[in-house]
């Protein structure tokens, strides 16, 4: 008999998505991303972070106060990290995500060629970017769906005598 408790393709690809935000420095927000082909192939993952050569202790973090002091104009995105990132073409890819995308990193999202984007929260719906996004997604075809899994948690053993 198989084991049962395996996890499916969409939580594995979350999965990988969600480790890589725990490479993010951002105080407040870590987000990951992870592009998978159609062979079901990781061909790219990012998360927030700095452009190279900005570092991580001389640039803001804040999100609060005048625009040059904060974060905004900085941080590259969690997904337009992973389409930058990959390293193949991403025709007819899914990309998996935590957070719905904004509307800046959905038009890279659209103009890369993925064509499907799976999230877990939708935690900014009914704003203005996000409205911009959905719009522009939908105008350009990709689909985006919430990941359904009774999966609340997963944790990661680093104790060698787990082994
Ligand atoms: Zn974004």
Redesign the pocket.
Known sequence: MKREDYIEWDEYFMGVALLSAKRSKDPNTQVGACIVNEERRIIGVGYNGLPKGCSDDEFPWEREGEFLDTKYPFVC?A??NAILNSTKTLKNCTLYVALF??H??SKAIIQSGIKELVYLSDKYCGTKSDMASKRMLDAAGVKYRKLESKLEKLELSFKASDY
């Open positions: 995105h997904e337009l995308p904004c800046e990193c």
